[in-house]
């Protein structure tokens, strides 16, 4: 596995090996000895959740606070997103600061968010399959939202030719300076 470092602490972008023929491929997509040693850490992952979003669908900016907060490792396995971590860490030298990277079926690429970062992402294909790993069960009561254009943030999000599909929820987040943060 190759590991690429962001500009965000302990934000990873991690390449499986994969080996491919003209019968198509095999990856290991995950190996909990081998994440362990990439990313320093010794997690516990709880609940896989897969989603599947047409093009220009918006998801996050999503977290959840302590005691439910949540690390995820994310990926794409059919079609293309632009994925965005931002560091609510205030302790963290990144925090109010996002990184985005692209997540296709073809690159294979999967991101470590640690627990302190919201998490997002915009789909540029005609639709993806996203699936990702968390550390902690999903709690409502700990669920909160960044607002996706945040002028603070600035997050540069691809143009799709159009604004993007959001849910209610989504379209209802909270600025940065009016965000819950993480010690």
Not at 3 to 10: A, G, H, K, Q, Y
Not at 71 to 100: M, N
Request: net charge negative; hydrophobic share 40%.
């Amino acid at each position: 596995m190759n590991v690429i470092t962001t500009e965000l602490p302990s934000v990873l972008v991690l390449e499986p090996r994969v080996f491919g023929d003209e019968r198509g491929f095999f990856m290991e997509s995950f190996n909990q000895q081998r994440f362990d040693e990439a990313t320093g850490t010794a997690y516990r992952f709880v609940q896989d959740n897969h989603s599947r979003s047409a093009r220009g669908v918006l998801r996050g900016l999503h977290y959840q606070l302590p005691p439910h907060a949540q690390g995820k490792l994310v990926r794409v396995t059919q079609g293309a997103v632009f994925d965005v971590a931002v560091d609510l860490r205030r302790g963290s030298a990144g925090f109010g600061r996002w990184v985005g990277v692209e997540l296709s079926g073809e690159n294979h690429r999967q991101l470590w968010i640690p627990p302190g970062c919201a998490h997002g992402f915009l789909v540029l294909s005609e639709s993806a399959d996203f699936l990702y790993k968390t550390t902690g069960y999903y709690a409502p009561q700990a669920e909160r939202c960044l607002l996706w254009n945040d002028a603070d943030l600035g997050i540069d999000w691809p143009d799709i030719g159009r604004p993007p599909l959001l849910s209610a929820k989504d379209a209802q987040g909270r600025a940065f300076a009016q965000a819950d943060t993480f010690e």
